[in-house]
């Protein structure tokens, strides 16, 4: 009986009423005794319209996994590697809170934009604000995000939040009572301009509620350097976290990011264009994002006990190449049911290819050939660059299971893949 809907709208009430105390109330109740029941709306009658419409409708948030205990699920991964994609998974199941890159505000909030390289001013303060961050999201206190968002939120709302659309959650009701009845709503992936459009601007009381209507949480980071840098999360005993880390051949990520940043890879497109590197490339990012990746994958492989049963490795090329196995792959690691939804968004997105990862941008793919469109980057690099970068990055690539090449008569010849088969087993 503790668990009723009753116990959660006296709740949402007192939310109403103690607007500064709310949140925490509710979030304490995630800690007691009845976790998943309070969740779960079917068969109750819950007096607010607005809540009774989740219940009623055809699209039941709790219909999925309402039993298993609350997970709060890491999307741990590094720019253009894949993650928005791999997100997908998660935001399009509709009982998970999915947020896309919250830690976004955070950043902004710590870099000193006086500086032409914005740099960050205090990288342990930096750490410690994005485990808070996480943390709160968590445990749905999403209002914690207000110290970071600029220009500052007024009355709990905001026409900022970043990125705001990739989150159905955000998108649909009760957040967004306006969705009801759009097919963009249901499923695949409301356009970014559609959301704020018809949304209005977000409000961030509701958005802590939509977050405890549903029965998890999911987040997608490129931020967090390295998993040694998540321990406090895993060693929290009111979180129960489990981190997909995903990883990608770095000769790709660089080929993407010169893509998708050609401003900031200016150096770096003279140097593939002329063959002739530049003396002002800057080298130090990519190095860094390959050890990153290299240490952080080391500490997974290695399961260490605060990692224990919390960490999976995927590289994004297995989960290009098959997309459904490695859904349900990581859908078995968090330990809850792969949503129709899911399969149907799988569906819909990948159909005979892989999606051109990070370059997949809200549309859907066309039908390359997979395997060609993940190792697409072979034919964008120049093989001086790759020489270099297999230099930096040789201890990641071997780690990893990638291969090298040695002339450009490897590196243009697609049909000998570089993606090595292997299995990420932690010891158990
Ligand atoms: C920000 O960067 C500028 C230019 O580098 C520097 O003069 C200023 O002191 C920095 N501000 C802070 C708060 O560090
Ligand atoms: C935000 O939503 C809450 C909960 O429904 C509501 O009480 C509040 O008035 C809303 N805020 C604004 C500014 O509309
Ligand atoms: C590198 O140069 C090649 C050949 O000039 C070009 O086709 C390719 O698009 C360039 N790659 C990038 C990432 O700019
Ligand atoms: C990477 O290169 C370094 C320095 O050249 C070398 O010592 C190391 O053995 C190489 N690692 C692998 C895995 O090839
Ligand atoms: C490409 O690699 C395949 C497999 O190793 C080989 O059979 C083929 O001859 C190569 N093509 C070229 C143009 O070198």
């Known amino acids: 009986m503790e668990c009723s809907w009753k116990t959660v709208l006296l709740l949402v009430c007192a939310s109403l009423g103690i607007q500064y105390t709310a949140i925490r109330t509710l979030r304490d109740s995630l800690s007691g005794p009845c976790h998943s029941g309070v969740y779960q709306c079917q068969s109750r009658q819950p007096k607010d319209s607005r809540w009774r419409a989740l219940c009623d409708g055809n699209t039941l948030p709790m219909e999925a996994s309402s039993s298993a205990p609350r997970r709060h699920i890491l999307v741990f991964a590094t ?30 909030a710590f870099t000193n ?74 499923v695949g992936q409301p356009d970014e301009t559609w959301c704020p459009k018809k ?24 931020r967090v350097p390295a998993v040694g840098d998540l321990r406090t999360l895993t060693e929290d005993p009111r979180l129960d976290l489990r981190i997909v880390h995903l990883v990608r051949d770095p000769r790709a990520i660089l080929a993407s990011r010169m893509t998708a940043f050609s401003e900031q890879f200016r150096a770096w497109k003279i140097w593939n264009a ?9 080298l130090s990012q990519i190095t860094s994002t390959c050890r990153d990746m290299a240490e952080s994958a080391e500490m997974g492989l290695q399961n260490p006990a605060w990692l224990r049963g919390r960490y999976l490795l995927v590289r994004y090329e ?27 968004w799988i569906a819909q997105n990948t159909k005979n290819s892989a999606p051109s990862a990070p370059e997949w941008n809200y549309k859907y793919s066309t039908t390359r050939d997979s395997k060609a469109t ?55």
């Open 79 to 108: 720019t253009r590697s894949g993650s928005s994609f791999t997100g997908q998974f998660f935001n399009q199941h509709p009982g998970i809170f999915y947020v896309f890159e919250p830690l976004y505000h955070i950043q902004q």
């Open 374 to 428: 993940t190792e697409s980057w072979r034919l964008r690099l120049s093989f001086d660059i790759v020489r270099t970068l297999q230099t930096l990055c040789n201890d990641t690539l071997s780690l990893l299971g990638y291969r090298l090449v040695h002339s450009v008569t490897d590196l243009r010849n697609i049909s000998n893949s570089l993606v090595e088969t292997r299995s990420f087993q932690t010891v158990l």
């Open 199 to 222: 949304c209005g601007p977000l409000n961030l009381t509701l958005a802590s509620m939509a977050c405890l209507s549903r029965s998890h949480v999911a987040i997608k980071t490129v």
């Open 274 to 282: 002329t063959a002739r590197q530049p003396r002002y490339v800057d």
């Open 113 to 186: 934009s006086t500086n032409r390289l914005r740099r960050v001013l205090d990288r342990r303060a930096l750490l410690g604000a994005y485990r808070d961050l996480l943390l709160n999201l968590y445990t749905c206190d999403v209002r914690f995000l207000e110290n970071y968002i600029r220009p500052e939120p007024q009355e709990h709302v905001t026409g900022s939040f970043f990125r705001r659309s990739s989150s159905r959650a955000l998108c649909s009701p009760p957040v967004c009572p306006e969705a009801w009845g759009e097919a963009s709503a249901t």
């Open 318 to 344: 297995d989960l290009a190449l098959n997309p459904e196995e490695k859904a349900r792959e990581i859908y078995r690691f968090v330990g809850l049911e792969m949503d129709k939804n899911v399969q149907l």
